[in-house]
């Protein structure tokens, strides 16, 4: 159950890893033949105990092979022990010959060496052999060919599969980037809004207050009529924040709405966005958008969702996606909780819970 829920809750990104690594794993198995092929030369005669010895040198070169190609995925260290070790079985094997081992260890070097010393290697294994199999019995095409065809399957098989790791993890990198980019552009633009907002009233409330700390000097009366005036030059700021936030966030539901998908596409989930706004009010649309913020926040740090869908319809937005299974904790205060209390206030409610389908559902009903 463990493992079909960790394979259920991975991410594409795990998934695709899985998938390059098992295949590998599918290539390197093709020593197993050469167990079929101990059977028959046990049948045809061959000691029992040489049967039996070559038989465990190949399970433990089996059980090897499937190292190395999952060590360069993760980007470790060559494997020397294990690369030597498996040589060393190679050789021993090739007594007999099991030719079925040899395109097996040379993709086990193919992503830790270089091209054209794995091209060097594969041609002297197919030399060497067939002249050791011409000098004992016997010059056999058919074994060249055999040889050949699976040397080149294997080791362009492992060359592929690396090359196929390495962008997917590229694009992996790039839709991080993405993401972490538009959400710095968020900020950015915020921190810019922000500043020629603030910017001159705190540089006349900073004047003020240093003309009224020169004032205390020559009378109190003076430099009490300025703090007053600061008094006031601070409560008028205050105001044209509170109203600048509010429009800025009622305009800009709709590119809220637009940032939230790019984000969320950017992250790897795929993102729908049905939205009627033209008729909320100015208070609706800046609660609107305030909760969207939440839930997309939510999506990317709390579940492993790939799909995502945001429908705002005469005040009602439901917000569902697909990474959550099972229960869930309490609401953090800062987070939902909070915003229930703000939606509560302005004489709506807000849910969020998993439905019997399987997704995550935030839904969010204020008053139009």
């Known amino acids: 159950m463990r493992l079909i829920s960790r394979v259920r809750n991975a991410t594409k990104f795990d998934k695709a890893r899985w998938l390059i690594v098992w295949s590998a794993d599918l290539l390197l198995l093709l020593s197993a033949v050469g167990f079929f092929d101990l059977y028959v030369r046990w049948q045809l005669g061959m000691p029992w105990p040489v049967v039996a010895t070559a038989a465990a040198l190949l399970l433990v070169f089996a059980v090897l092979s499937t190292r190395p190609f999952r060590i360069a995925v993760r980007g470790g260290k060559r494997p020397t022990a294990i690369l030597a070790v498996t040589g060393v079985i190679v050789l021993l094997l090739a007594v007999f010959p099991l030719i079925w081992v040899i395109p097996v260890w040379l993709g086990l070097i193919t992503a830790f060496a270089r091209r054209t010393t794995v091209i060097a290697l594969s041609v002297a294994s197919i030399v060497v052999i067939n002249v050791y199999v011409t000098l004992v019995s016997s010059f056999a095409p058919e074994l060249v060919l055999v040889q050949t065809v699976m040397t080149t399957i294997t080791v362009g098989a492992v060359w592929a599969n690396l090359r196929l790791w390495h962008l997917t993890k590229e694009a992996h990198e790039g839709q991080e980037a993405l993401s972490r980019l538009a959400v710095s552009e968020e900020r950015l633009r915020f921190a810019r809004d922000l500043h020629d907002l603030l910017g001159q009233s705190l540089t006349d409330i900073a004047s003020r207050t240093a003309r009224a700390e020169q004032t205390l000097r020559s009378g109190q009366e003076a430099a009490a009529a300025e703090m007053f005036e600061v008094r006031d030059l601070a409560r008028q700021s205050l105001r044209e924040v509170r109203n600048v936030v509010q429009n800025y966030r009622a305009i800009d539901l709709d590119e809220v709405l637009a940032s939230v ?24 649309r800046t609660l609107l958008a305030t909760v969207v913020r939440e839930g997309a926040t939510n999506v990317l740090k709390h579940s492993k969702a790939e799909r995502c869908t945001i429908t705002i319809q005469d005040g009602v937005l439901e917000m569902s996606n697909d990474g959550v299974n099972g229960p869930v904790g309490e609401h953090a205060p800062n987070g939902l909780a909070g915003l229930a209390q703000r939606v509560r206030a302005a004489g709506g409610i807000l849910e969020a819970e998993p439905t019997r389908e399987g997704r995550y559902l935030l839904r969010a009903a204020v008053p139009a």
Do not use: K
């Open 261 to 284: 998908r790019a984000v969320l596409e950017a992250a790897n989930v795929r993102c729908t966005v049905r939205a009627e706004t033209a008729s909320l009010s100015p208070e609706t």
